[in-house]
């Protein structure tokens, strides 16, 4: 099974600049859709923004223009480079990943979370 390690969470000032990773690591015949999610207090998880093994990204209304996800196949690992943070972005920021586990089964795997808290 895949396990999800994220990092680079922290305080920043509004207006200031993150980046977060995630790397995979553990069996799997195959990673394919990666992504970030966010969830702030009181409210649900949602999608910030995914790229697929290909390539193709999408993402959040909320955060287009300012945030940009890529991926390095090689190294099983999926960036969130997010510019001009606003008090709104704070939130728990969790990595995940579509995979094909060995026995061709789907399965969807979650990482721990990282914490971004912006300061207004």
């Known amino acids: 099974q895949v396990q999800l390690v994220e990092s680079g969470g922290g305080l920043v000032q509004a207006g200031g600049s993150l980046r977060l990773s995630c790397a995979a690591s553990?069996?799997?015949?195959?990673?394919?859709?990666m992504g970030w999610y966010r969830q702030a207090p009181g409210k649900q998880r949602e999608l910030v923004a995914t790229?697929?093994?290909?390539?193709?990204?999408n993402y959040a209304d909320s955060v287009k223009g300012r945030f940009a996800i890529s991926r390095d196949n090689a190294k099983n690992t999926v960036y969130l480079q997010m510019n001009s943070l606003q008090p709104e972005d704070a939130a728990v920021y969790y990595c995940n990943a579509l995979t094909i586990t060995p026995a061709w089964k789907s399965l969807e795997v979650w990482g721990q979370g990282t914490l971004v808290t912006v300061s207004s």
């Open positions: 553990g069996s799997a015949f195959s990673i394919n859709t």
């Open positions: 790229i697929a093994s290909g390539g193709r990204t």
